[in-house]
Structure formats: C-alpha cells, structure tokens
C-alpha cells in the first residue's frame, strides 16, 4: 500500500499525539515493507519538544521537529524545522528559533529549496538580534541573506546587513560590500 508523504506526517504526528507526555523520552514507530513513520515526545521540567517523520523507503522522507525551554531565570527559546526529499524532484529543509533573555532577543529563519529536475536550489535566512544592557535595546542588527544555486555555475549569494548603530551594508560574493548608510 503506498501512502502520500502528507499521509506519513499526519501518521507520525497521530501517533506523537497519543503518546504521554511525561520528563523521559517516549516515542513509537510503525515499519512496512514499503516505509515507516515514527515519532518521539519529551517534557521536563524546563521544557517540552517531538519529532515525527515518516519515509517511502529509497523514494522519499519528511520530518519535523520543535521545541521549546524555559529557564529558571525566565530565559526562553524555542525552535522548530521540517526537512524532506523526494527523488527525482528536489529537497527542502525550513527552520526557525527564538530566544528570548534579559540581555536582548534573538530569532533565526531558514528556507532551503532543491529541484533535482532543474539543478537549482535557493537558501534565504534572516536573522535579527536586539541586545539590551539597560532594560532598553542598545544596539540591533538585522540580516537577510539570499543564495542561489546552479549546477555547473555554482553559488550566488547576497547578504543586507542592517544595524542600528554602524550603517547599513549589502555584501555580494564576488563583488564584496558596499556602505548604503554608514
């Protein structure tokens, strides 16, 4: 019997939902002669997070993870990414965290992309960071980076950096940076 990748993940994550929640890992997994799904669940004391994933053996796979901590002093973080593949079409791969402290917020996310078909691929990322020393943000910086892929060419990429501070700047490969608003 062949299930749809979407098939897989919601089995993964049916079994994840029956699953107890206490501070040891529990998890559980289903195998076929075609493929299998599994999952895994964990909550403790400063925190909870799973994972799930299921795979059509040597065709395709996908998975996902998230989490989240909290600290004794109020600190936190949480984050979450998937990933897949399918042959003979392309991968994928997505990812985003936060952390939240009393010296400043922080958060990170990425996307990457792959068609097998055409040999191209993009990444993007953004990342952001506000530190603060005194109860106020004393300096922010955002970045945005964009890469491409083609085989046989081989890599772009170009990254805009903004900060609060020092100016704004755009950096390509291959042609370095440039000062927008230093």
């Not at 593949?85 to 996307?111: E, I, L």
């Not at 953004?126 to 945005?144: L, M, P, Y």
Request: aromatic letters at 6%; one cysteine or more; glycine letters at 18%.
């Amino acid at each position: 019997m062949y299930l749809a990748p979407k098939s897989f993940l919601l089995s993964a994550c049916l079994l994840l939902s029956t699953l107890p929640v206490l501070a040891q890992p529990r998890g559980g997994h289903l195998r076929g002669n075609n493929g299998a799904v599994g999952a895994v669940g964990q909550s403790g004391q400063y925190g909870s997070g799973g994972c799930a994933g299921a795979a059509r053996y040597g065709s395709a796979a996908l998975g996902g993870c998230a989490g989240t901590a909290t600290g004794p002093n109020g600190n936190t973080a949480t984050g979450a990414t998937t990933g897949g593949f399918k042959r003979g079409v392309g991968a994928f791969r997505s990812g985003q965290g936060s952390a939240s402290t009393n010296r400043g917020n922080f958060t990170n996310n990425t996307q990457n992309v792959y068609n097998a078909q055409t040999g191209t691929g993009t990444r993007s990322s953004t990342k952001t960071a506000d530190t603060n020393k005194d109860g106020t943000i004393d300096n922010s910086v955002n970045t945005a980076t964009n890469y491409s892929y083609t085989k046989g060419t081989g890599l772009n990429a170009t990254t805009n950096v903004n900060t609060q501070n020092k100016g704004t700047y755009t950096c390509t490969k291959g042609s370095g940076c440039t000062a927008t608003n230093p």
